[in-house]
């Protein structure tokens, strides 16, 4: 998948939401390398695998996962929302 952006090729990974509180929960997307380890999305862990997060609020409600493409550059994400995880 390329950027819309730069035309970069786009790193395949997931998106959703952090367990946590306001300051500790997050809208974020991760490499693959972190879902194949299936641990709990906190913001530590996300970090640690080198996922990104973005100003989209903190909610974790529904816990739902998407098939997500990233790029680092641009911090563009796609998100196929008709493939949950
Ligand atoms: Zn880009």
Redesign the pocket.
């Known amino acids: 998948m390329k ?6 090729e ?1 790193e395949k990974g997931g998106a959703g939401y952090t367990f946590g509180t306001k300051s500790t929960g997050g809208f974020f997307w991760a490499p693959e390398k972190f879902w194949e380890k299936s641990i709990m999305a906190t913001k530590g862990a996300v970090k640690k695998a080198g996922g990104k997060f973005f100003s989209l609020g903190w909610s974790v409600f529904d816990n739902e996962t998407w098939d997500a493409w990233c ?4 911090e ?1 994400v796609l998100i196929d929302t008709k493939n949950k995880r």
């Open positions: 950027c819309p952006v730069c035309g970069k786009m790029c680092r550059d641009c563009m």
